[in-house]
């Protein structure tokens, strides 16, 4: 298994460019995330999928858009980036809790991006 | 609403001194998971521990221990004996079904030890 995996590692954009940031998983797992990390604010969710087909807002979606046409993949779009987009982002994913099966949180690598 | 606070934002010590770092939740959910993560200067998130609400059983792993009380909604963090290599950031988390089992997390602790 490869886990969650995300791809570019890096990126560099100018204001106003689109991009798309892929987060894969091969585990099977139902909710995926999207987080974006700045500077003494810690993470914070952007949107969240609970399977595919659907998706939902987390604390700071303004800017992003998101899809989930399959389980494995949670692709997180910038329509027009700006220079506050600029941050480490940060996907995961993880199975339904039912039963006594746990929330184990799976964390890929994180995409750095910065908006000139 | 789900919140996570730690009210720490950095800790210094010294070298074998013990440490807490406090992170105290705030959640309706009535099923929910409590989560530390540790982030080095390298930035990879490094999964820690993961505890379910309804296991307030304290737990022990090696120097570090964590102490979960549901009456004050604390989830803290200690470790004992500190070493340079514990420096980094702490994040304090949690899930609930309420936003599909994402994480809310706190805005961190850096704990610095020094020789």
């Known amino acids: 298994n490869a886990g969650v995996t995300q791809t570019p590692k890096f990126q560099v954009l100018k204001t106003g460019q689109s991009m798309t940031l892929q987060c894969a998983q091969d585990m099977n797992h139902e909710y995926m995330s999207w987080y974006r990390q700045d500077p003494g604010m810690g993470l914070r969710l952007i949107h969240y999928s609970v399977g595919a087909g659907i998706t939902d807002q987390g604390e700071v979606p303004n800017g992003y858009n998101v899809s989930r046409s399959t389980t494995e993949d949670f692709p997180l779009r910038l329509l027009s980036a700006a220079p506050s987009q600029t941050s480490v982002y940060f996907c995961?994913?993880?199975?339904?809790?039912?039963?006594?099966?746990?929330?184990?949180?799976?964390f890929g690598p994180g995409t750095r991006l910065t908006v000139l | 609403a789900q919140k996570v606070t730690q009210a720490q934002t950095e800790i210094s010590v010294v070298e074998k001194e013990d440490v807490t770092l406090d992170c105290v939740y705030e959640?309706?959910?009535?099923?929910?998971?409590l989560f530390w993560y540790k982030q080095p200067p390298s930035g990879e998130l490094v999964f820690l521990i993961r505890?379910?609400?309804?296991?307030?059983q304290n737990e022990i792993s090696g120097r570090y221990s964590w102490n979960f009380q549901k009456s004050t909604s604390s989830f803290n963090f200690t470790i004992t004996a500190s070493q340079v290599v514990d420096s980094a950031v702490y994040f304090c988390?949690?899930?609930?079904?309420?936003?599909?089992?994402?994480?809310?997390f706190g805005k961190g602790t850096s704990l610095l030890v020094t020789p």
């Open positions: 959640t309706r959910d009535t099923t929910y998971y």
């Open positions: 505890r379910n609400s309804f296991d307030e």
């Open positions: 988390a949690l899930s609930g079904s309420n936003s599909g089992y994402a994480l809310n």
């Open positions: 995961a994913s993880s199975q339904r809790p039912q039963g006594d099966r746990d929330n184990e949180q799976f």
